[in-house]
């Protein structure tokens, strides 16, 4: 089993949709949490990070239920611009005390005219 | 612009030879990290280097290593390149991100082909 899973779509969908992705994590341990996006042939960027409590950042709202293992990130009103793999990642500890990030393979979401 | 700056972008090596990925940033950040991403898998962790002079195995270290030159430089070395070495490489390095939690800043990628 992957520590991070999440449905790799494609999602397709109009602009001004809403659209859900959802991701779980096997490390209950896990301690921070994040969304980044990733453009075609491009690296990583961190989007948000996700708070116990949910958190906003414009159109976009990440949660996290602990007790589930599970993380999620709403985009509303989607923009043509929004079109990109968006990657759930969570963090484990090293043996050596360190702090590494688990990524998910990523979900790819293609907002059309 | 500051961030982190991946030389070469592109490389094609036939199987058995060797290369140098090289990664410098300049954001006086402590930790540097370098990932492989393959399609359907997120990205994996190869090695890590927590401050300079130390580094440190991550996930998929087989055939590879590093060396953590100074504070702002992190290489990572194929000594004898394998297809299944056949990959994207990010390098990484850790610092402040938004929200005061710490965020990762990643170079633009090497695209690595073994023939």
């Known amino acids: 089993r992957k520590e991070v899973e999440q449905d790799p779509g494609p999602f397709n969908v109009p602009e001004g949709a809403t659209v859900a992705f959802n991701c779980t994590y096997s490390?209950?341990?896990?301690?921070?949490f994040f969304w980044y996006r990733q453009d075609c042939r491009k690296e990583p960027k961190l989007l948000m990070s996700?708070?116990?409590s949910g958190n906003e950042d414009g159109r976009f709202t990440a949660q996290l239920n602990r007790a589930s293992q599970y993380i999620s990130l709403l985009i509303r009103d989607s923009k043509l611009s929004d079109s990109a793999t968006y990657l759930c990642?969570?963090?484990?500890?090293?043996?050596?005390?360190?702090?590494?990030?688990?990524f998910g393979a990523g979900t790819r979401l293609a907002v059309h005219p | 612009n500051a961030g982190v700056t991946q030389t070469p972008k592109f490389q094609v090596l036939k199987t058995g030879q060797s290369m140098t990925l090289q990664c410098a940033q300049d954001?006086?950040?402590?930790?540097m990290y370098w990932y492989r991403q393959d399609p359907g898998m997120g990205l994996r962790l190869i090695y890590y280097?927590?401050?300079?002079?130390?580094?440190d195995k991550g996930e998929v270290p087989n055939g590879y290593n590093v060396s953590r030159l100074n504070k702002r430089e992190f290489s990572l070395r194929l000594e004898s390149a394998a297809p299944s070495q056949t990959s994207v490489y990010f390098c990484?390095?850790?610092?402040?991100?938004?929200?005061?939690?710490?965020?990762?800043?990643f170079g633009s990628g090497t695209r690595l082909t073994v023939v």
């Open positions: 990484a390095s850790k610092g402040q991100g938004r929200y005061g939690s710490y965020g990762y800043t």
């Open positions: 490390n209950s341990a896990s301690q921070s």
């Open positions: 996700v708070y116990s």
């Open positions: 990642v969570v963090t484990a500890l090293f043996s050596g005390g360190y702090n590494k990030l688990i």
């Open positions: 954001m006086n950040h402590n930790s």
């Open positions: 280097s927590a401050s300079e002079g130390t580094t």
